[in-house]
């Protein structure tokens, strides 16, 4: 176990490594991402404080995730183990819900119910991220993530 500074923009897992480690946010903000073939990131999702990520491979398959750091960040780095995770149920269970509810998601909401999903997941962060990287994580263009936005608010008011 180690205890990480992590500069914003630093990458600290990369596609196609072997090794890769469990992180366990305790300051800052992580997310981990695909680069697809035409060079488009596309955001798997995101993890602020208290919040675990990694990604799912074994350690000695190849890793399919970049995770990079959002914000200057502390993490905690582990080696993948699944009796230690037992003893972090909590963080875990949050990361299996929110790909849950982010997979039923996508295959069955619009634009608004996305945005509006996002906002109940990571109500920490919305103002934290930059709205390119939403629209990605919820699988809409920018624009018409504005539009949706912008509808989500006048509900609201």
Same mark, same amino acid.
């Given at each position: 176990?180690? *205890?990480?500074?992590? *500069? ?58 970049? /995770? ?11 080696? *993948? ?22 997979? /039923?998601?996508? /295959? ?50």
């Amino acid at each position: 176990m180690k *205890k990480l500074n992590v *500069k914003k923009g630093e990458i600290i897992q990369r596609s196609g490594e072997l090794g890769t480690m469990v992180y366990h946010v305790h300051s800052g903000l992580l997310r981990s991402y695909a680069i697809d073939q035409n060079g488009k990131e596309n955001i798997f999702m995101f993890a602020p404080e208290g919040w675990v990520i990694a990604d799912t491979n074994s350690p000695d398959t190849p890793s399919v995730l970049f /995770i990079d750091a959002l914000e200057d960040s502390v993490v905690t780095a582990l080696p *993948k183990d699944l009796e230690r995770e037992k003893d972090n149920i909590g963080a875990l269970t949050n990361r299996l819900s929110a790909l849950q509810a982010r997979v /039923i998601m996508l /295959i069955s909401t619009n634009a608004i119910e996305r945005y509006e999903h996002f906002v109940k997941t990571y109500p920490n962060i919305v103002q934290r991220v930059p709205q390119r990287m939403i629209a990605s994580y919820l699988g809409v263009t920018p624009e018409t993530l504005s539009a949706a936005k912008s509808k989500h608010l006048k509900s609201q008011g």
